[in-house]
């Protein structure tokens, strides 16, 4: 399974999900969707904006959690 650390990311740079959507203009639904882990598929250039964003690799911005699977 994989999991989406945009959550914690945001949470250590103290930004909101509104903070995101103005930096990178992505929708404030796909954001919500990422921040909840309830998101099914994501492109590249969403993870591209969200990683220049908040200066992350997208290692950081999502991980693989083996025992889920």
Do not use: P, W
Request: contains cysteine; positive net charge; hydrophobic residues 40%.
């Amino acid at each position: 399974m994989i999991k989406c650390n945009l959550a914690v990311l945001l949470a250590d740079r103290k930004l909101r999900v509104a903070d995101a959507a103005r930096g990178t203009g992505l929708s404030k639904t796909t954001l919500h969707k990422l921040y909840n882990e309830e998101s099914t598929r994501i492109d590249f250039e969403t993870m591209g904006k969200l990683c220049i964003f908040l200066d992350c690799t997208v290692c950081e911005l999502f991980e693989l959690k083996k025992n889920n699977l």
